[in-house]
C-alpha cells in the first residue's frame, strides 16, 4: 500500500527520485510512475492507479526537508510542479557530471552513460518504448527501479571529485538554481516591459 511503501523510505534523508512519462513535454504529457529509492530500496508509485493524481501522502513526502537526487532533474520537476508538486531539495548528478568534467568529457553524460562509466551496469533506456506499447509491467517497473539505484552513490563521488577540483560551489549553486529554472518554464514570471 502506499503507506507501507512511504514508511519503508521514512528514514531516508536522501533519495534518488526519477519518473516515467508519456513524452517530453509536461503540459501534453501524462506521469505514469514516480521512483523513490537508493541503493537498498527501490519503490515504483504508479500514478495511473491513482486515477492520474499525485497522493496528498506522496505530495507531502516529497515536499519534505529530504534531498533528492536526479539526473537532469529539470525534467522531473516540470512534471511534479505540473501536477502541484514541489520539492524544495534537489541535487542534480547531470549537473554535477558536467561541472565536475569543465563540459569537456568526451562520452555522453546521460545516466547510462555515467552508471556504466562508473559502476559498470548498462541500464536498459528503452524503458518507454516498453511502457507505450505494453503498458505498466512487472519489467518496466523492474527497469524504472534501477534509474534510482546509483544515485546517491554518483553524487558522492561527484562531490569528491568537485571538492579535488574546487567547484562544488558551483555545483551548490547549479542545483539551488535549476529548482528556479524548472518553475520558471512551467509557470513563467512576470516581466512589465515599462517598468
Known amino acids: ?70 539526473h537532469n532533474i529539470k525534467f522531473d520537476l516540470k512534471f511534479l510542479y505540473h501536477y502541484g508538486v514541489f520539492i524544495s531539495k534537489v541535487y542534480d548528478t547531470f549537473l554535477g557530471e558536467i561541472i565536475t568534467t569543465n563540459g569537456l568529457k568526451k562520452g555522453g ?15 536498459d533506456k528503452d524503458i518507454i518504448k516498453i511502457i507505450l506499447t505494453r503498458g505498466i509491467t512487472e519489467e ?4 524504472a527501479w534501477k534509474d534510482v539505484v546509483y544515485l546517491e552513490r554518483l553524487m558522492n563521488i561527484q562531490i569528491k571529485r568537485a571538492k579535488q577540483r574546487n567547484v562544488l560551489k558551483a555545483i551548490e549553486l547549479d542545483n539551488n538554481f535549476v529548482i528556479v529554472l524548472s518553475y520558471i518554464e512551467v509557470c513563467g514570471f512576470y516581466l512589465n516591459w515599462n517598468s
Open 1 to 70: 500500500s502506499l503507506d507501507n511503501a512511504l514508511m519503508l523510505l521514512e528514514d531516508c534523508d536522501i533519495l534518488g527520485l526519477d519518473t516515467e512519462t508519456t513524452g517530453l513535454e509536461f503540459n501534453i504529457h501524462k506521469l505514469l510512475l514516480i521512483q523513490i529509492g537508493n541503493s537498498e530500496i527501490q519503490i515504483a508509485f504508479d500514478i495511473t492507479s491513482f486515477n492520474n493524481l499525485i497522493p496528498i501522502k506522496l505530495k507531502n513526502f516529497l515536499e519534505s526537508k529530504r534531498l533528492f537526487i536526479g
Open 140 to 143: 518496466v517497473i523492474f527497469y
Open 109 to 123: 553524460r546521460g545516466l547510462k552513460d555515467v552508471v556504466l562509466e562508473n559502476f559498470n551496469d548498462n541500464l
